[in-house]
């Protein structure tokens, strides 16, 4: 299934979250390779709308917050390096609305 194209990408789970250096489960290099960084967080935004928003979702599991559903893809931002990533996304259960809520890098093939 597709989701919505207007599903919702908060910019601070950007330039808060995804593309800031962490001592644990940091993103940020991963995105790097791809040239996203702090300075472009709207490239990363548009680069996940229409590279991975545009591809089928799975849904995941149902949660207290709402169902969940993840797209896997490539992502291929400025340096043109692609990135296969995992993205989870949030189907609120009251407005309907979805939104994005994380990116995981596939650093394994899946089996």
Do not use: C
């Amino acid at each position: 299934m597709k989701l919505p194209t207007d599903s919702e990408i908060h910019m601070k789970k950007l330039t808060h979250y995804l593309l800031v250096p962490r001592s644990k489960s940091d993103k940020s290099g991963w995105l790097e390779r791809g040239g996203y960084t702090q300075d472009n967080p709207q490239q990363l935004a548009d680069d996940i709308r229409s590279q991975l928003l545009i591809l089928d979702a799975i849904p995941s599991r149902q949660s207290p917050f709402g169902e969940t559903f993840e797209i896997r893809g490539q992502l291929t931002g400025p340096t043109g390096v692609p990135l296969p990533v995992r993205t989870i996304w949030l189907k609120d259960p009251l407005s309907g609305r979805v939104r994005f809520v994380t990116l995981i890098p596939i650093t394994k093939p899946q089996a």
